[in-house]
């Protein structure tokens, strides 16, 4: 996927007004555009948020080179002769930065003196329209010997920059010839109109200058930025198997993905390549998802810490990242335990889990309970279906059991005590309790709320319920012996 960066002895090539020339680059120290290892990004670099990212040597005129020449044709280099040559390389740039000095690809070209070195100046420039430099920023001399090698020097000060601007190489000398490294861009593969060749009192563009090519010299900036890596997660409730997504906010993004200063940026511009400027680690084992925004959904319950990696910088890595906790909420599972040892009250345990709310149905036709752990007195022996529904977050579900009441007499007691009439009625209802006992009366609507109540007055009460819409309500008869619950119909 990426070429690797051989330089020891590579033919080159000198351009423009000069002559051919069979040189060899050595003693060079670049070091490999390797990428970065996530798995030891995970296991063993500690990120924090807000980053500050570089100085880093952004080589991208080098960097597209080796991967982006289809035909591997490698660098060249052009000779400067004599005072005021010098080459200029562009960058983009449309958020601030800073700029704290510049590197070079090149060397003294002169055979006869090998021990020369010459004092060399870099420029820190702005630029027009079409890249070409037009005032000077800031600028260092650095020394240069006769090896063909990576020269950097720093300025007195960084300089904020926040537009597009050039660095450059001159040679100030009359006597001396400075070499400067190119690579082998061409107006049809990789050039991007980013050089400009000044010679004495001419200017070329290098894609005017030689046709066809579009070559471009290895000068880079030192650049430093601040990156916070950020991101939103869509609205809860998360629930097992439902996809959740994940919005990257990471800022400066003119900068994290600007490719001159992107090594993955770079890759994924010039040879589409899945690698990418951001990936996702879950935080439930599931497999690195390559990506600027992500979706995913998680097997089970829990609270989970998806870590976004922000990935950056050119030659020199850097890594930030962002993580926040998710809480996946568990699926509601419905279940009840029921003791009938003081029947015809059974007690109900709820053992349901992940539930935020109940409701009981008696199966006796009495008002649902929305009580989590209810008891319950039956009004006849018989068997019933007792039906749990418990919802939560993310779901709604259901237990049932059936509940069997036989005590001796109950039935007999029920019937012969207590009696409504008429029923159905038009809105007057006349209750009687054959007993003694204190007694409460109340009615119920379909959804449970009560309605009417009243107590009993010498063993009956009138119940008025014509100001209540016709349907069919839940009577209650409270005593000390027992609970009965009846029907009863009103008409309109």
Same mark, same amino acid.
């Given at each position: 996927?990426?070429?690797?960066?051989?330089?020891?002895?590579?033919?080159?090539?000198? %351009?423009?007004?000069?002559?051919q020339?069979?040189?060899?680059? !050595?003693?060079?120290?670049?070091k490999?555009?390797n990428?970065?290892?996530?798995?030891?990004?995970?296991k063993?670099?500690?990120?924090?948020?807000?980053?500050t990212c570089?100085?880093?040597?952004?080589?991208?005129?080098?960097?597209?080179?080796?991967?982006?020449?289809?035909?591997?044709?490698?660098?060249?280099?052009?000779?400067?002769?004599?005072?005021n040559?010098?080459?200029?390389?562009a960058?983009?740039?449309?958020?601030?930065?800073?700029i704290?000095?510049?590197?070079?690809? @090149?060397? #003294?070209?002169d055979? =006869?003196?090998?021990?020369?070195?010459?004092?060399?100046?870099?420029?820190?420039?702005?630029?027009? +329209?079409? %890249?070409?430099?037009?005032?000077?920023?800031?600028?260092?001399i650095?020394?240069?010997?006769t090896?063909?090698?990576?020269?950097? #020097?720093?300025?007195?000060? &960084?300089v904020?920059?926040?537009?597009?601007?050039?660095?450059?190489?001159?040679? &100030?000398?009359?006597?001396?010839?400075?070499?400067?490294?190119? $690579?082998?861009?061409?107006t049809a593969?990789?050039? !991007?109109?980013?050089?400009?060749?000044?010679?004495?009192?001419?200017v070329?563009?290098?894609?005017?200058?030689?046709?066809?090519?579009?070559?471009?010299?290895?000068?880079?900036?030192h650049?430093?930025?601040?990156?916070?890596?950020?991101?939103t997660?869509?609205?809860?409730?998360?629930?097992i198997?439902?996809?959740i997504?994940?919005?990257n906010?990471?800022?400066p993004? =003119? *900068?994290? !993905? $600007?490719?001159?200063?992107?090594y993955?940026? *770079?890759?994924?511009?010039?040879n589409?390549?899945?690698?990418?400027?951001?990936?996702?680690?879950?935080?439930?084992?599931?497999?690195?998802? %390559?990506s600027?925004?992500?979706?995913?959904?998680?097997?089970?319950?829990?609270?989970?810490?998806?870590?976004?990696y922000?990935?950056?910088?050119?030659?020199?890595?850097?890594?930030d990242?962002?993580?926040?906790a998710?809480v996946?909420?568990?699926?509601?599972?419905?279940?009840?335990?029921?003791?009938?040892?003081?029947?015809p009250?059974?007690? %109900?345990?709820?053992?349901?889990?992940?539930?935020?709310?109940?409701?009981?149905?008696?199966?006796?036709?009495?008002?649902?309970? *929305?009580?989590?752990?209810?008891?319950?007195?039956?009004?006849?022996? @018989?068997t019933?279906?007792?039906?749990?529904?418990?919802?939560?977050?993310?779901?709604?579900?259901?237990?049932?059991?059936?509940?069997?009441?036989s005590?001796?007499?109950?039935?007999t007691?029920?019937? !012969?005590?207590?009696?409504?009439?008429?029923?159905?009625?038009?809105?007057l209802?006349?209750?009687?309790?054959?007993?003694?006992a204190k007694?409460i009366?109340?009615?119920?609507?379909?959804? @449970?709320?009560v #309605?009417?109540?009243?107590?009993l007055?010498?063993?009956? =009460?009138?119940?008025?319920?014509?100001?209540?819409? +016709?349907?069919?309500?839940?009577?209650?008869v409270?005593?000390e012996?027992?609970?009965?619950?009846?029907?009863?119909?009103?008409?309109?």
């Amino acid at each position: 996927m990426k070429k690797q960066l051989l330089l020891v002895s590579l033919g080159l090539m000198s %351009f423009g007004m000069n002559a051919q020339s069979n040189l060899t680059i !050595e003693n060079n120290t670049i070091k490999p555009f390797n990428g970065f290892n996530t798995n030891i990004i995970k296991k063993n670099v500690t990120t924090n948020r807000n980053a500050t990212c570089g100085p880093d040597t952004a080589l991208y005129s080098l960097a597209k080179e080796l991967n982006a020449d289809p035909t591997g044709n490698g660098l060249g280099l052009d000779i400067m002769i004599g005072p005021n040559r010098s080459w200029s390389q562009a960058y983009t740039l449309s958020t601030p930065a800073t700029i704290s000095g510049i590197t070079f690809y @090149g060397g #003294v070209y002169d055979r =006869a003196n090998p021990a020369q070195t010459i004092n060399a100046k870099v420029y820190l420039y702005t630029v027009d +329209a079409t %890249f070409r430099p037009i005032a000077k920023i800031d600028s260092a001399i650095i020394q240069v010997t006769t090896a063909i090698d990576l020269y950097s #020097v720093n300025f007195t000060n &960084p300089v904020a920059i926040s537009s597009n601007y050039a660095v450059a190489v001159q040679n &100030p000398v009359a006597t001396d010839t400075l070499a400067v490294v190119l $690579n082998n861009a061409t107006t049809a593969t990789y050039g !991007e109109t980013l050089g400009w060749r000044r010679f004495g009192s001419g200017v070329w563009n290098t894609a005017v200058a030689y046709a066809t090519q579009d070559l471009e010299a290895i000068i880079a900036p030192h650049i430093q930025f601040n990156v916070a890596t950020d991101y939103t997660v869509a609205s809860t409730p998360s629930c097992i198997g439902t996809t959740i997504n994940f919005t990257n906010t990471t800022t400066p993004t =003119a *900068l994290v !993905e $600007n490719r001159m200063y992107s090594y993955y940026s *770079l890759l994924a511009h010039f040879n589409s390549v899945p690698d990418s400027t951001y990936f996702w680690d879950m935080d439930d084992a599931s497999a690195i998802i %390559f990506s600027k925004n992500a979706s995913h959904s998680y097997a089970t319950s829990g609270t989970f810490n998806p870590t976004l990696y922000t990935l950056t910088g050119l030659y020199t890595s850097c890594v930030d990242t962002k993580a926040s906790a998710v809480v996946i909420d568990p699926n509601a599972v419905a279940s009840y335990t029921a003791d009938a040892t003081n029947a015809p009250t059974v007690a %109900f345990t709820n053992t349901s889990t992940g539930g935020t709310s109940y409701s009981w149905d008696f199966g006796d036709g009495s008002p649902a309970d *929305l009580t989590q752990n209810p008891s319950h007195t039956y009004s006849a022996n @018989g068997t019933y279906t007792v039906v749990l529904t418990v919802t939560g977050p993310c779901n709604t579900v259901t237990s049932s059991q059936t509940v069997t009441i036989s005590v001796t007499g109950i039935d007999t007691y029920s019937q !012969e005590s207590f009696s409504v009439y008429p029923n159905p009625s038009n809105g007057l209802f006349t209750v009687n309790m054959n007993t003694a006992a204190k007694t409460i009366v109340e009615v119920y609507n379909v959804i @449970g709320e009560v #309605v009417f109540s009243t107590q009993l007055a010498n063993n009956t =009460a009138l119940v008025d319920l014509s100001n209540y819409s +016709a349907g069919v309500y839940s009577m209650k008869v409270i005593s000390e012996n027992a609970t009965i619950v009846k029907q009863i119909v009103l008409t309109k």
